[in-house]
């Protein structure tokens, strides 16, 4: 009796906290290549710059969410350069790992991640090719 209590409490608590947010984390890193190299960049959210790349190639940690982000580099004598990620559905969240996640937790750690963009990836790494100002 006991023992399917501590089962149905560690499910519940695996569900309120999101499956995608344990095995995966809220953040990511972003990896900008460009050509030529050295160019500085700027990821931006809905408008709001989320982090920046001084020197490429480089790397940056974002928060994951369902919002796209921009991507903006910039190198003396080229033309800017602006890219879209995606905000697109991780991998292992699909069809299967929800009915996985309905049987054990009744749903609530998809809805978790869900809400909290865990269960979402932007692509990485972003290579960009910056043209020669004519």
Known sequence: MYIGRFITMGL????LSGC?????GTDQDITINT???GAS???????VEIGRVPNTP????ITRTKEDITIT???DGYQTATYIND????SGSGAAGIALDVVLTLGI????DSASGADNQYESPVNLTLNPVQ
């Open 20 to 24: 995608s947010s344990i095995v995966n």
């Open 41 to 47: 960049c700027i990821l931006e959210r809905k408008g």
């Open 73 to 75: 580099c910039n190198k």
């Open 87 to 90: 905000s697109g559905w991780e």
């Open 35 to 37: 050509n030529p190299p």
């Open 58 to 61: 480089g790397s940056v940690n």
């Open 12 to 15: 519940v608590g695996l569900g």
């Open 109 to 112: 750690s998809s809805a978790i």
